[in-house]
């Protein structure tokens, strides 16, 4: 019941008197309220939604994204970490997006539960240190294999390497990746549809 409830901003706003907490109170409202204004290839609402079901049900703690954009899908993420006792690093290339993000974190009472980097991830993934349950790339396509390959042995086991935009039938560079991680026998991978976009989730195989 609180994993149906939660992804609902919505029905959430409807049912404050049930003791919601002051910050799922205020995520949903800012969710809710900012619903159809997100743009600068942010995820899809019912994306969103679906980082947030899988970092819950997970139970990860450890997040990385790459790409945040104005920060919808990274709020998501974060709102599941506060529940975990977990927190986000998610990385932007551009300035105006990432200032943009900052205040969405903000606005959002979010801000507390992230580490923005601004930066070129293909420079910063391989620098990173430590290790990661919960990593999800929304970022240039063309690159989707090699951040695969630069986190691969930072995954923790159990952990989940999601990357968005793998419905994109076409693209070459998005088959190429599928083709790897699908073949990869350290993972196991299904494709969630969410919006159509598709977000593919390969889950290290616990030994």
């Keep these: 019941m609180l994993l149906i409830s939660l992804c609902l901003p919505g029905f959430l706003l409807a049912q404050q008197s049930t003791g919601l907490s002051p910050l799922d109170s205020q995520v949903s409202r800012f969710l809710e309220e900012a619903r159809n204004t997100w743009s600068d290839m942010n995820v899809p609402y ?91 790339c929304d970022a240039d396509k063309d690159w989707y294999l090699q951040y695969f390959l630069d986190l691969e042995a930072k995954i923790s086991p159990g952990g989940c390497f999601t990357a968005h935009n793998v419905l994109w039938r076409y693209d070459p560079h998005i088959k190429k990746f599928l083709d790897y991680i699908k073949g990869n026998p350290g993972f196991r991978t299904h494709i969630e549809k969410g919006s159509g976009e598709g977000i593919s989730v390969s889950c290290r195989v616990e030994k």
């Design 46 to 136: 019912q994306d969103g939604k679906i980082l947030y079901s899988l970092v819950l049900k997970g139970r990860f703690q450890n997040i990385l994204e790459i790409g945040t954009s104005t920060g919808h899908s990274t709020i998501w993420l974060a709102w599941a970490a506060s529940k975990t006792g977990g927190r986000v690093t998610t990385i932007e290339i551009d300035q105006e997006r990432y200032e943009k993000a900052l205040a969405n974190f903000k606005k959002a009472g979010l801000a507390s539960f992230i580490e923005a980097r601004l930066g070129d991830a293909h420079q910063l993934v391989p620098r990173l240190r430590g290790s990661y349950d919960f990593i999800f």
